[in-house]
């Protein structure tokens, strides 16, 4: 990495101007360590600011000043800024290999922007610096194989999976009393159902594999800070159901934490959360209401509603219309002749939308209002379905979600 030398002001020591640029130089390590490390490199832009640079900045910030204190930074003041951020990266199953990467990378980086800052009379100080530099680099390095070690060996990830496979057992009906000692997590009679659905990765790669393994740390520590440790997850890092252990009558004050889920978990994941909620459901009921809530979830993915949390009832109709039979066969033919022909679909959805306001309508498709006129006419007379009936169009709208949902269902 080349840094273009700044102007020196008076006598200003190096470990001091150094200071004085270290929020700029911090996110510049990050860049060009996890940054530009694949497969990290190819997650999304922020992935690592929000838990990674605060820590870049405060270790980088007190190894600088004791550089300019002249006293040693020991590895346990090293240990109390990186053990938090390795843990998790241990957690997620973050390849070792690619941390230890990327950490040189950001310490190449630092050591080029002290060079760059140096002028020949501080040759001295600058072997001084990159000195300590050095010695940070083998506590950090260090500290992160250490913490890989005890976080693979520790009881966390066994109580973990532990109380995974008691979520699984309970949500398909089995017998669980064994699974619960195992998992040191005593059964309740009731739990809230909550599925949890984001909208699906394209691909498997290494980087989706990393979100989604990040995914699922985040969301049991969330789910634990909210249930003191007695969630159960089964989470995949696009989909799954948590069962919250519901010891008394679900008070207004937890509704509302849990209303506030789907706004934290869509922040922190960067993309839309959907969250479908059953209440208090007896434990016998848990897989017939984890199977509705799932479905529930799904309908507000593809339907394209906002992220947020939703109940049965927010999608009745729906829910109601995507039940397998021959009525919804039939509905779904209505459309057919349709599909061919993707700007008829367009102007139908924009009708629906906007009703009787063509001029608003035809605005959405950025055609003229003749031209939006003329294609409600041509789906009435490839359908035989008016669209300005209004029976017609409740008609067609209930057809139009399930072409959405169930694609291969309009095909003859």
């Keep these: 990495m080349v840094v273009a030398p700044s102007p020196v002001t008076g006598n200003v020591p190096l470990v001091t101007r150094l200071l004085t640029r270290w929020p700029q130089i911090a996110e510049r390590m990050l860049a060009a360590g996890l940054g530009a490390t694949p497969p990290a490199a190819d997650l999304p832009d922020g992935h690592f600011t929000a838990e990674v640079l605060p820590t870049i900045y405060a270790c980088g910030r007190a190894v600088l000043q004791a550089i300019g204190e002249q006293r040693e930074f020991t590895r346990a003041e090293v240990a109390a800024f990186v053990v938090p951020v390795a843990e998790r990266h241990a957690e997620d199953r973050f390849p070792l290999a690619t ?61 973990r999976e532990a109380r995974r496979e008691l979520c699984t057992a309970l949500l398909r009906g089995l017998p669980a009393d064994e699974l619960a000692a195992r998992a040191d997590t005593p ?150 002749p349709l599909l061919r022909n993707p700007h008829l679909l367009e102007a139908l959805e924009a009708h629906l939308q906007f009703g009787s306001d063509r001029k608003a309508a035809s605005a959405r498709l950025h055609v003229h209002p003749n031209t939006f006129s003329y294609r409600l006419r041509r789906i009435a007379e490839l359908t035989g379905i008016d669209p300005g009936e209004p029976g017609n169009s409740r008609m067609l709208a209930a057809a139009l979600t399930i072409h959405r949902l169930y694609p291969a269902a309009d095909i003859a």
């Design 187 to 336: 059964l309740t009679d009731r739990y809230t159902v909550l599925a949890i659905h984001l909208r699906p990765d394209r691909q498997s790669t290494p980087a989706a594999d990393l979100l989604a393994r990040r995914r699922i740390r985040v969301l049991h520590r969330t789910l634990d800070a909210l249930t003191n440790g007695t969630a159960l997850v089964a989470f995949d890092g696009s989909a799954g159901i948590a069962l919250l252990p519901n010891h008394s009558e679900v008070s207004v004050a937890d509704a509302a934490r849990y209303a506030d889920l789907a706004t934290d978990l869509t922040a922190q994941f960067g993309t839309p959360v959907f969250l479908a909620e059953c209440r208090a459901v007896a434990r016998p009921g848990l897989p017939e209401a984890a199977e509705q809530a799932a479905e529930v979830a799904t309908l507000a993915r593809l339907l394209d509603r906002p992220a947020g949390r939703y109940h049965l009832d927010d999608l009745l109709l729906e829910y109601q219309l995507t039940r397998p039979g021959p009525a919804r066969d039939r509905l779904a033919q209505r459309i057919a």
């Design 99 to 159: 941390l230890i990467e990327a950490i040189h990378g950001s310490a190449q980086s630092v050591l080029a922007e002290a060079a760059a800052l140096a002028t020949p009379e501080e040759k001295d100080e600058l072997v001084t610096v990159g000195s300590r530099l050095l010695d940070l680099l083998m506590h950090i390095n260090l500290t992160v194989v250490d913490t890989y070690t005890e976080v693979e060996q520790s009881i966390y990830n066994a109580e």
